[in-house]
């Protein structure tokens, strides 16, 4: 469920018509809600009531401060993977007992950044790793909490660039060296284990994967536990999907999904931290673009838009599907004709759908992508010198920009020229 729906012919964000954000901000932009980030937050939240457990938003899927404060103020945690997202945790109110660090090449700066800034654990992804964080937390004085994320070998049967959990994925220990692993972990004096990580992929759409994935986890913890390990945590990350098109069956709710973390892990007694992202914000933006040109091909018609593949490349990286729809809602029964939907980038890469039936749509008329909130904006680049373009949040019947976008001098005077030149 998303807040963005047609009323009286147009198209709007919860109480505000899209076309009159587009009139002061221009186009291209993205645009989130509110009412639909909190709705989704709360679903995931509700869902593994009972269960002693802190919802961590995957903050890499977006990344903006005032999304990550409206979560915060709902009692999010956040999961980050780099420096970067940490300090803008910490910016966004965030305090460090509710941010966990993940990624495979923590630097040693990063971790002695989280250990004085204050952290809630380490997600530790290789040995060489948990060396190296238990010698920056000596030099500091104190101790790092860690799960080390297991790879439990299990097939998300998701899309081969964001699946994690395989044996051959850069992703975690071999499920099979845990014992050892752990054992190395309880022996460096920097290190407190707390619990055991685990994510096996991005954009699942059956819970299967997740269960055979849980099913191992829990018979870790047993092993773990008579090993002497105090095991009392569970980081199970994120990945749950989302629905990209309206014609594709839904993928499992978040109730579905809390229901297996309490069949599979709950006779446990651990807490549970779950990193959605993708599902927590995919659908709570849109990206606004406006038609430039409808052109004629050999046997095939274009759409040419000012949005482009720097601004969403999705599209162009996994080639992921997003629902084009015009702002203005057209007429019932308007008939609909093929386009490749293209963006203004030199590129034959630069297309964001093939042969996609759309009702008439000519130049200067507006469209929406669905469910861009996910991997839009912070995936985006100034590739061809086109701006960073601006992110939008709307609130009930009011909208505010929260990231502008940069002049061509801005850009421009970020480059420094050396004195001989």
């Not at 299990?154 to 071999?174: C, L, M, R, Y």
């Not at 090993?227 to 594709?248: E, F, V």
């Not at 912070?378 to 009930?396: A, G, K, Q």
């Amino acid at each position: 469920m998303d807040h963005f729906l047609y009323r009286n012919g147009q198209l709007f964000a919860e109480d505000v018509p899209v076309a009159e954000i587009a009139e002061a901000v221009g186009t291209p932009f993205y645009c989130y809600s509110t009412a639909t980030l909190t709705r989704h937050f709360r679903l995931f939240d509700e869902a593994l009531e009972g269960t002693e457990h802190l919802v961590c938003y995957a903050m890499k899927a977006a990344s903006n401060q005032a999304i990550l404060k409206t979560l915060a103020a709902l009692g999010a945690g956040m999961d980050v993977v780099s420096g970067g997202e940490y300090a803008r945790a910490r910016a966004a109110g965030v305090p460090g007992e509710r941010i966990v660090f993940s990624g495979v090449g923590k630097t040693r700066e990063e971790m002695r950044q989280a250990l004085e800034g204050g952290i809630r654990q380490f997600n530790v992804e290789s040995e060489p790793e948990m060396a190296a964080l238990n010698a920056v937390a000596l030099e500091l004085g104190v101790t790092a909490p860690i799960a080390v994320r297991v790879n439990p070998d299990v097939d998300a049967k998701t899309h081969a660039k964001i699946a994690t959990g395989k044996s051959e994925n850069k992703f975690g220990i071999p499920i099979a060296r845990a014992r050892e692993v752990y054992a190395e972990a309880a022996a460096m004096p920097g290190l407190e284990v707390v619990g055991i990580d685990v994510h096996i992929g991005s954009q699942l759409t059956e819970l299967e994967p997740f269960r055979l994935a849980y099913e191992k986890v829990a018979e870790l913890t047993g092993v773990l536990r008579r090993d002497g390990h105090d095991i009392r945590r569970l980081d199970l990350g994120g990945g749950l999907g989302i629905p990209y098109t309206r014609s594709n069956d839904a993928p499992p709710l978040p109730t579905e999904y809390g229901q297996l973390i309490k069949d599979t892990l709950g006779h446990l007694g651990c807490e549970i931290e779950i990193e959605p992202g993708r599902l927590v914000v995919g659908n709570a933006g849109i990206l606004v673009s406006r038609v430039i040109y409808r052109k004629s091909g050999e046997g095939r018609d274009f759409l040419i838009l000012d949005a482009a593949m720097n601004d969403l490349i999705r599209p162009a990286m996994y080639d992921a599907h997003h629902d084009i729809v015009p702002v203005q809602e057209p007429a019932p029964g308007a008939e609909q004709a093929p386009y490749d939907v293209v963006g203004p980038v030199c590129e034959s890469g630069d297309t964001f759908a093939r042969g996609r039936m759309l009702p008439p749509v000519g130049e200067g008329d507006l469209v929406a992508f669905r469910s861009a909130g996910a991997y839009g904006a912070v995936m985006s680049s100034e590739y061809n010198t086109r701006p960073l373009i601006p992110e939008v949040l709307v609130h009930e019947h009011q909208f505010a920009v929260i990231r502008q976008r940069p002049t061509f001098d801005e850009i421009i005077k970020r480059d420094t020229i050396p004195e001989w030149l």
